[in-house]
């Protein structure tokens, strides 16, 4: 069956920086992916999709690559910002054919000024 | 902009009541959605509908039900609560999903304590 990992320890970075959030799927060829955003006691809210025959796709500070040799997206937010401290969540279309989306279990991203 | 509205952000039940959760979107979607989020297992699907009247299992429905009578309302009952179900639970919404790719809109959960 299809398997999504996030890396589950928190990533810490300082105001200013690039942080880079990983996505590894396994046993699956998903058509695209989506990225997520959770703040504590909210549910998600969609940042960007990308699909398989796109390298890369970019929104404002945000850049999302879909590496679909090495089953990996790499989520990075530029400038990073204390207000980007969150949980990112990457979910991929099931591939039993309903194409609901699976989520990963997210990493929390946590930006110091 | 999508609106998904969960009637309760917080909720505490007894042991062996039934309790409704509720949960209404305001554009049209015809997919809805109910997840259960817990730390460390991430979002678990329990149940799906793509239509008024339709629905379908999803990865963990057992001790639960879902009604949709209205296209813009999707509800999740817990037959019997237990305390394992206590939780944060989620619904979403989103237009008919497939190669178009749409993205899920999520309401902001209740967060159902079982006591």
């Known amino acids: 069956s299809q398997k999504i990992e996030q890396n589950s320890e928190a990533l810490n970075i300082q105001e200013g920086k690039t942080a880079t959030l990983t996505c590894n799927y396994t046993n699956y060829s998903p058509a695209y992916l989506q990225w997520y955003r959770q703040d504590p006691g909210r549910g998600p809210v969609f940042l960007l999709l990308i699909r398989e025959n796109e390298k890369e796709k970019r929104k404002e500070r945000l850049k999302v690559t879909f590496d679909t040799t090495l089953k990996q997206s790499l989520f990075h937010i530029t400038a990073s910002q204390p207000a980007d401290s969150a949980t990112y969540l990457c979910a991929l279309p099931s591939s039993g054919g309903s194409y609901i989306p699976t989520f990963g279990r997210g990493t929390s991203l946590i930006v110091h000024p | ?48 509908s793509y239509d008024v009247k339709m629905k379908e299992k999803g990865d963990i429905p057992e001790g639960y039900s879902v009604s949709r009578e209205k296209k813009e309302r999707f509800s999740l009952i817990l037959e019997s609560a237990s305390t394992n179900q206590t939780s944060m639970y989620l619904c979403a919404s989103s237009l008919p999903l497939g190669l178009t790719n749409q993205p899920q809109h999520f309401g902001d959960g209740t967060r159902l304590s079982i006591l």
């Not at chain 2, 309760?8 to 039934?18: A, C, D, F």
């Open chain 2, 1 to 48: 902009d999508v609106k998904v509205t969960q009637s309760s952000r917080y909720l505490v039940k007894r042991t062996g009541e039934k309790v409704f959760l509720e949960c209404v979107q305001d554009m049209d979607h015809e997919n809805m959605f109910w997840y259960r989020q817990d730390p460390g297992l991430g979002l678990r699907l329990i149940y799906f």
